[in-house]
């Protein structure tokens, strides 16, 4: 665990056994619900912004509890993923262009007898886009991260994809007439039918 979960476990902690600790000594009698004079009121201020005063010191208990428990939970809230955009235009493909985005490489070696034992950090601070189209050779193209404007990649150099298949082109020249007389396509069959 990391010093961040281990300090969301303990303030939680706290929190709980403040909430139960304050039940159980209202339970014993040692501190009362019950309201006191105006003397022996609680009265909690911080910067002018947050002002408490009640006339029941028990209830400190319980708030400061459910602060610890509420600090846990808010703490433990995970940050949004934050999208990164991709823009740009590639000529000359009349191909459907797939853009495949590829995070950095992490290699574990394992030793001669097969075990692996490694460890890998997944910080993503390099993406790499690969371009590639239906015949043509795909493009790698890295970007980091952190100099991204607004988390959008453009693509703003040209990319050229190289032809790795040349088109088929029809020769008329290789497509012969046939001699025989063809039944036209749109008859009904006559094969399997009874006679």
Known sequence: MTIFELSILFSSIAGLCMVIGG???IYKGAIVLSSTDATQALSIEWKEYFILNTQAPGIAFFLVGLLFSWMAIFSSKPDPIEPISIRGTIPNIS??????????????HSGSNGVVNGRIYPDIEVITLVISAPGYKPEYIPHKISELKDRTITLKNKINLVKSISPIISRNKNIKKSNSDLTPINITPSFGASK
């Open 23 to 25: 039940m159980l000594l």
């Open 95 to 108: 191909e459907p262009i797939t853009i495949t985005a590829i995070p950095t490489k992490w290699i574990i």
